[in-house]
């Protein structure tokens, strides 16, 4: 899923661990999972959580949750991802 970074709820400087709020035109994302308060700017949000996301809005990610997780975890809100890459284009 395409996305761009919103703003950091949680950063440890220790181990990197973070929590992290990312806006997307993805419409896959579950309404539970979605950001309440962008939701209502017409904007789709999600919360992630992962270890050294990016936390800057000059670039799109390539986000993908991690694999293995049943699909009842992929409905949270803080899915975890092991994947985040630079979009391309």
């Not at 308060?37 to 993908?64: C, H, K, Q």
């Amino acid at each position: 899923m395409r996305c761009r970074y919103v703003n950091k709820i949680f950063l440890s400087e220790e181990n990197g661990f973070t929590v992290a709020v990312y806006s997307t035109s993805d419409e896959s994302v579950p309404l539970s999972a979605r950001n309440k308060y962008l939701e209502s700017r017409n904007t789709i949000g999600f919360t992630a959580v992962g270890y050294n996301l990016p936390l800057t809005d000059t670039i799109e990610l390539e986000m993908s949750s991690a694999p293995g997780i049943p699909d009842s975890a992929r409905n949270i809100p803080q899915s975890p991802l092991t994947s985040v890459r630079k979009s391309p284009g």
